[in-house]
C-alpha cells in the first residue's frame, strides 16, 4: 500500500474519499451514537453511584465548642483523607464526598456535615470530636439545607488562576467573620445556605497538576537570578516595576510549591438564598439577591496568589439539595480548612453551642444498688453507687429544676426497695411529695412521717429525752448558737445550757423552757430534786435576779423561743414528754419522712426543727453503734442541707464517724456559697461521691478540681437539664468521672 501511495499518490487519495463517501455517514453514525451511548452510559452510572452515596445518608449537626481554632479544621480534613478508595472501587462505585454547610434563618446559623450512606458509621463523628473534642454532634434529616417552593437565587465559584496557585489561607481573625455577618438580620421568610463540598482527590487528579510545578519552579528562579538578555536594554524606569515582577513570580512559585506539599482535596463551592411564597415576590426578589451579594462578597476574604470568581447557579435550591459534586478545583488541606470550619470568634449571634461533654461510666461503676440514672455516652446501661461505696457520703450540687429531687428520689427508692433505712429532711417539701406517691404499699407501715399539712396525729419527738444528757443539750446549744450568731451571748449560751440539762434530767421537754425561766413554782418543782452543784448553782444565781433582771437576761432566748413554740405544729412535734416513734427502729428498716416547707414554717423554724431532728438521727446512728447492736446500712437525706448543718461537731469528723456507723449522708444544695468556707472544704474532701447538675460558672471552676482532666468548668456549666456529671468510689478508689440522665 505504501508502495501504491508513493506511485499514483492521488490514486489512493481517491481511493479513500471514494470509501469515505460510501461509508463515511454510517461511521459518523456509529461514532456520534457510540459517543451518545458512553456519555450515557457514564451519566447513568454517576447518577447511579449518586443515589447509593445518597441512600443511607446522614446529615450531621456540629455543635460548636466554646473554642475553636484553625488547626482544629486543619486536623479534621486531614482526618478525612481516609475516606480515599482504592482505584478499582473509585471506577465502580465513586469515591464519597463530604459537603460542610453554613445554614442561615432567622434563628441564626447552623453547621452541618453531610455524610454519604457509603461512608461507614461513626467515622466522621469521630473525626470531628478528635479535632474539637469539646465539639458535639447530632443527627439530623439529610434534607434540603434551604426549602424548595418559593424562589432562590445562588451562585457557585470557581479559581480565577490556576488551581496550582493556592488561596490566602493564614488569616489574623476568623475568615467567617465575613460570612457570619452577611447573614445576620434574616427575616423569618428569608433562607440561605453555603456548601463546601469535598472530596480527596486521587493520584491522577493530582498528576496532572503537579505536571507544571517543576517548570514553573525553574523559571521563578531563573526569573529572579538571570533576568535574561531581554531586559538589559530595558529603560531604567522599567527596571524596579520588572523587579518587582520577577519578585511576584517566584513567590508564586514558592506558593505552588507549598501547596503541592500539602494532602488536597477536590472542591466545590455553592451558595443560595430562598425566599418563601407570597403576594410579594416581585419585591422580596431584589432582597434575596442583595443577601446572595453579600454572601458572595464576603468570599474575597480568601484571596491571595489566587482568588474565587463567582458564578450563576442556575436551579439554585435545587442544586443545593442534591449535594451532588461532579467536578472541582484542587485545594490543599489548609485552604479547606480555612473554608470549612467552626466560627472562631467566642460571641456568634445565633449558634448554638455545645453542651457537656459526655462520657461513658467506666466498666466497675456499679449497675445495681443505690440507682442514680442511665449512662448517656457509649453503652446505655443503668449506673448505680454500691451500697458500701455510699458510705463515703455523697454531694448532689445543681440549681432548683435541673434534677437533684428526681435523683435523690431514685436512690432513696432503691433503699426502701432494699429494706435499708432512710431519714428524708425536705426544707422545700416537694420532694417528701413526690416520695409519697412513690413508696410502694407494702413499705408503707415503714413509714413516720412529720409534715405541717398532714391532718393525721402527728408523731413526737423529744429531743431532751436520751442517755447522753450533755451531748442533748450541747446540740440544741449549738444549733441554736449557729442559726442566732449574730444575736448569741455567753449568757444567752449559758442560760439556754442551763435549762436544757435540768430538762433532760427531769423528764421535760423543749417546750418547757418558757415556763421554766418564767414561771418560779414550776421551776421550783424541777430544780428540787437537781444533784449537781453545779446546775444548782446556777439556778440559785438566776433565783437572786430581780424580776426585772430575770426578763432582761433572758429576752434574747424567749424571742427566739415563742417563735418556734406559738406554731402548733412544732409543739405536737416537741411539746410531748414521751416520743412516739424510736430513731434506732427507723435507722434499723424504718421511713422517717421529714417535710419542713419554708413558705409554710418560716425559714428560722424549718432550720431548727430540720437540724434538730437531724442531731437526734445522728445521736441515734452514734448510740447504736455504741450498743454493738447488729446494724445495716441506713441513709440520711438532706435536701437544702445548708439549712440543717448547724451541729455544733465539726461536719468533717461527723462524715468520718458515720461511715463506721454505716450511715450513709447524702447532702444536696444548690450552689457553693449557701456554704460556710469551713463546711465547703469538709464536703469536698469527705463527702467523696460527687454528683453534680449544670452549675454557675462561678461553682464549675470550682468544682472543676474534682473533674479535671476528663470535664472542663465549660462541661459542668453546660450541662443539660436533668444530666450530672458523677465522680463516685468504687471499692474505697475514685473511678473516672462519667455523665449520666
Not at 476528663?710 to 456549666?717: P, V
Request: positive net charge; hydrophobic residues 45%.
Amino acid at each position: 500500500m505504501i508502495h501504491d501511495l508513493l506511485d499514483d499518490p492521488d490514486a489512493m487519495i481517491e481511493l479513500v474519499l471514494s470509501w469515505l463517501m460510501a461509508y463515511g455517514p454510517q461511521l459518523a453514525i456509529t461514532a456520534t451514537l457510540s459517543v451518545f451511548a458512553i456519555g450515557l452510559a457514564w451519566s447513568l452510572l454517576a447518577r447511579a453511584r449518586h443515589r447509593a452515596m445518597s441512600n443511607g445518608a446522614r446529615c450531621l449537626e456540629i455543635l460548636a465548642p466554646p473554642e475553636a481554632d484553625l488547626p482544629g479544621a486543619e486536623a479534621l480534613w486531614g482526618n478525612l483523607l481516609g475516606l480515599l478508595r482504592p482505584a478499582w472501587k473509585r471506577i465502580l462505585f465513586g469515591q464519597p464526598h463530604l459537603v460542610f454547610e453554613y445554614v442561615f434563618g432567622v434563628g441564626g446559623v447552623r453547621i452541618r456535615m453531610w455524610i454519604p450512606g457509603t461512608v461507614p458509621p461513626r467515622l466522621a463523628e469521630h473525626a470531628i470530636e478528635a479535632a474539637w473534642p469539646s465539639a458535639r454532634t447530632a443527627v439530623l434529616d439529610p434534607g434540603p439545607p434551604i426549602p424548595l417552593d418559593g424562589q432562590a437565587t445562588g451562585g457557585w465559584f470557581v479559581l480565577a488562576r490556576d488551581e496550582r496557585l493556592p488561596l490566602k489561607h493564614d488569616h489574623d481573625h476568623d475568615p467567617l467573620r465575613a460570612l457570619l455577618g452577611a447573614a445576620v438580620g434574616m427575616p423569618a421568610w428569608q433562607h440561605a445556605a453555603v456548601q463546601v463540598l469535598a472530596r480527596p482527590a486521587t493520584g491522577r487528579r493530582l498528576t496532572r497538576e503537579k505536571a507544571g510545578i517543576p517548570a514553573t519552579l525553574l523559571r521563578g528562579a531563573l526569573d529572579l537570578i538571570t533576568p535574561g538578555p531581554g531586559h538589559m536594554h530595558r529603560r531604567p524606569d522599567h527596571r524596579p516595576q520588572e523587579h518587582a515582577a520577577r519578585l511576584e513570580r517566584y513567590a508564586e512559585a514558592r506558593a505552588i510549591r507549598d501547596k503541592a506539599l500539602h494532602p488536597r482535596y477536590e472542591v466545590a463551592v455553592r451558595y443560595a438564598v430562598q425566599a418563601d411564597d407570597c403576594d410579594q415576590a416581585k419585591t422580596r426578589r431584589p432582597a434575596i439577591r442583595g443577601r446572595a451579594h453579600a454572601i458572595a462578597s464576603a468570599f474575597a476574604v480568601y484571596a491571595g496568589h489566587n482568588r474565587l470568581e463567582r458564578r450563576r447557579l442556575p436551579r439554585a435550591a435545587q442544586r443545593l439539595a442534591a449535594r451532588r459534586l461532579h467536578r472541582g478545583f484542587l485545594l490543599s488541606v489548609p485552604e479547606l480548612a480555612a473554608l470549612a470550619h467552626l466560627p472562631m470568634d467566642p460571641a456568634v449571634p445565633g449558634l448554638q453551642r455545645a453542651g457537656a461533654n459526655t462520657i461513658a461510666p467506666a466498666p466497675q461503676i456499679a449497675q445495681h444498688g443505690k440507682v442514680l440514672g442511665t449512662a448517656d455516652a457509649g453503652h446505655q446501661r443503668p449506673v448505680a453507687l454500691g451500697v458500701i461505696d455510699s458510705c463515703h457520703h455523697v454531694h448532689v450540687l445543681g440549681p432548683n429544676g435541673t434534677g437533684k429531687s428526681t435523683l435523690l428520689a431514685q436512690m432513696i427508692l432503691s433503699d426502701i426497695g432494699a429494706g435499708r433505712g432512710v431519714a428524708v429532711i425536705d426544707a422545700k417539701g416537694d420532694l417528701v411529695t413526690d416520695l409519697l406517691g412513690l413508696i410502694p404499699e407494702q413499705a408503707a407501715q415503714r413509714i413516720t412521717l412529720i409534715d405541717p399539712d398532714d391532718r393525721h396525729p402527728r408523731p413526737a419527738l423529744n429531743v431532751l429525752d436520751g442517755p447522753d444528757r450533755a451531748m442533748l443539750a450541747d446540740n440544741l446549744v449549738g444549733i441554736f448558737h449557729t442559726i442566732y450568731s449574730d444575736y448569741w451571748g455567753p449568757r444567752t449560751d449559758d442560760i439556754l445550757r442551763g435549762c436544757a440539762l435540768t430538762l433532760a434530767r427531769t423528764g421535760g421537754t423543749l417546750a418547757d423552757i418558757p415556763d421554766l425561766l418564767t414561771d418560779p413554782a414550776r421551776r421550783q418543782r424541777a430544780t428540787a430534786t437537781l444533784g449537781d452543784p453545779i446546775l444548782r448553782g446556777f439556778w440559785n444565781w438566776y433565783d437572786s435576779l430581780s424580776e426585772q433582771s430575770q426578763a432582761n437576761v433572758t429576752a434574747p432566748i424567749m424571742n427566739k423561743l415563742r417563735a418556734f413554740l406559738l406554731r402548733p405544729f412544732v409543739r405536737d412535734i416537741l411539746g410531748s414528754a414521751t416520743s412516739t416513734f424510736d430513731l434506732a427502729d427507723v435507722l434499723d428498716g424504718g421511713i422517717l419522712l421529714v417535710r419542713l416547707p419554708k413558705g409554710v414554717l418560716g425559714d428560722d423554724t424549718a432550720r431548727l426543727l430540720g437540724s434538730v431532728i437531724l442531731a437526734q438521727v445522728w445521736q441515734a446512728a452514734a448510740r447504736r453503734a455504741k450498743l454493738g447492736r447488729p446494724r445495716g446500712h441506713a441513709a440520711l437525706y438532706c435536701d437544702e442541707a445548708h439549712n440543717f448543718l448547724t451541729l455544733p461537731h465539726a461536719l468533717s469528723d461527723m462524715l468520718a464517724e458515720a461511715r463506721a456507723y454505716r450511715l450513709s449522708m447524702v447532702l444536696a444544695h444548690q450552689h457553693l456559697a449557701q456554704l460556710p468556707r469551713h463546711l465547703c472544704q469538709a464536703i469536698s474532701s469527705d463527702a467523696r461521691n460527687k454528683i453534680y447538675f449544670s452549675l454557675s460558672p462561678e461553682d464549675a471552676r470550682e468544682a472543676e478540681r474534682h473533674f479535671t482532666p476528663h470535664l472542663s468548668a465549660h462541661d459542668l456549666a453546660n450541662l443539660d437539664a436533668f444530666q450530672a456529671a458523677a465522680r463516685l468510689v468504687v471499692r474505697s478508689a475514685e473511678a473516672p468521672p462519667f455523665t449520666l440522665r
